[in-house]
């Protein structure tokens, strides 16, 4: 199956901070790319889909500004939590859509997520 | 609403034992509805997915059931093994939407 590669795992850091979260398409190509957020014991909350070239689409209720997502090529997104604080401690988790053509049908496949802790 | 509900909350089982889980939803337009796997730290991984018109599926020694009419849907794991322990979340695909139940949290005991 196709592999979606997300780094780092986890990353601690001071509140105030910017902290950046890639996610890579490895064998395919990725026209949109998607960034949810999952707390403990609580089911993914989609925060945004993320189109190639164009700029991304929030869900309701997620800061832009805080939460910033480049998709400058078909195989990369990455999500900036800028001035991060305690309440962003969060588990991240980025997801990319593959279309197979030949069945008419698509399937998500997730990165290993990256745990964020803000201290 | 859209919403997908999940039961039960939690789950324990012993090695070897077989277990169900269900999946009520509430969607329209209904396009799909999918059953990941999520490890403990992990990325959710697909197990099955289901259109209007298949009934059940299997993936290994997982069958997902699905029914239409009622909205229902069940994952039931034959034979558990302790590498079964994860959340097993229903995922309805509204057009692209996809809305997520809260999981089932699953433990295998040895």
């Known amino acids: 199956g196709a592999v979606v590669s997300q780094h780092p795992s986890w990353v601690i850091c001071k509140s105030g901070t910017s902290v950046k979260i890639e996610c890579r398409s490895l064998d395919f190509q990725a026209t949109t790319m998607f960034w949810y957020r999952q707390f403990p014991k609580q089911s993914l909350m989609l925060m945004a889909t993320s189109n190639e070239g164009s700029k991304a689409t929030y869900e309701q209720g997620v800061e832009k500004d805080?939460?910033?997502?480049?998709?400058?090529?078909?195989?990369?997104?990455?999500?900036?939590?800028?001035?991060?604080?305690?309440?962003?401690?969060?588990?991240?988790?980025?997801?990319?859509?593959?279309?197979?053509?030949?069945?008419?049908?698509?399937?998500?496949?997730?990165?290993?997520?990256?745990?964020?802790?803000?201290? | 609403k859209n919403q997908v509900e999940q039961s039960p909350q939690s789950l324990i089982i012993l090695e070897g034992k077989n277990c169900t889980?269900?999946?009520?939803?509430?969607?329209?337009?209904?396009?799909?509805?999918?059953?990941?796997?999520?490890?403990?730290?992990r990325g959710p991984v697909s197990l099955t997915i289901m259109t209007f018109s298949e009934n059940t599926k299997s993936n290994g020694r997982y069958t997902a059931?699905?029914?239409?009419?009622?909205?229902?849907?069940s994952?039931?794991?034959?034979?558990s093994q302790l590498s079964d322990s994860a959340s097993y979340i229903c995922v309805a695909d509204s057009n692209y939407q996809l809305i997520w139940g809260a999981g089932t949290k699953l433990i295998i005991k040895p």
Do not use: M
Not at chain 2, 65 to 73: H, M, R, V, W
């Open chain 2, 65 to 73: 059931t699905l029914d239409a009419d009622t909205k229902q849907s």
């Open chain 1, 66 to 119: 805080k939460f910033l997502i480049n998709h400058a090529s078909l195989t990369l997104s990455t999500l900036t939590v800028t001035s991060a604080h305690p309440e962003d401690s969060s588990f991240y988790i980025c997801s990319a859509r593959v279309y197979f053509g030949d069945r008419g049908s698509e399937k998500l496949f997730f990165g290993s997520g990256t745990q964020l802790s803000v201290l």
């Open chain 2, 21 to 41: 889980l269900q999946c009520n939803y509430t969607v329209s337009p209904f396009s799909n509805l999918r059953w990941y796997k999520q490890d403990t730290g």
């Open chain 2, 75 to 79: 994952l039931h794991i034959t034979a």
